[in-house]
C-alpha cells in the first residue's frame, strides 16, 4: 500500500509539473528595407506651395494686366 501511495504521489507531482509548462515557440521577425525609383514630372518635383503660388502668381498677373489695360484706355477721353 505504501509503494501504491508513493506512485500515486510521485505520478501527480509528475503530471502537475510536466503538463503546466509553456512550450517556447520561437518566431523571428523580418524587415526589408525597399527604395522604389519613380520618375517625377515637373509638376510631381515642387510641393504644393509652390504649386499654389505659382497659381496665385497667374491670378495676381492677370488682375493687374487688366488694371493697366483699363488705367491705359483713358488716354483717349
Known amino acids: ?5 508513493i506512485v500515486a504521489a510521485l505520478a501527480l507531482v ?3 509539473t510536466t503538463s ?3 512550450t ?8 526589408r528595407e525597399v527604395e522604389v525609383e519613380t520618375e517625377e514630372t515637373a509638376d510631381e518635383a515642387e510641393g ?8 496665385v502668381d497667374k491670378e495676381v498677373n ?16
Do not use: H, P, W, Y
Not at 500500500?1 to 501511495?5: A, F, L, Q, T
Not at 504644393?48 to 497659381?55: C, N
Open 48 to 55: 504644393i506651395l509652390e504649386r499654389t503660388a505659382k497659381e
Open 24 to 31: 517556447k515557440t520561437e518566431t523571428k521577425e523580418v524587415v
Open 62 to 77: 492677370e488682375e493687374v494686366n487688366e488694371e493697366i489695360d483699363k488705367i491705359g484706355n483713358d488716354d483717349g477721353q
Open 1 to 5: 500500500m505504501k509503494k501504491v501511495i
Open 14 to 16: 509528475g503530471f502537475s
Open 20 to 22: 503546466c509548462r509553456e
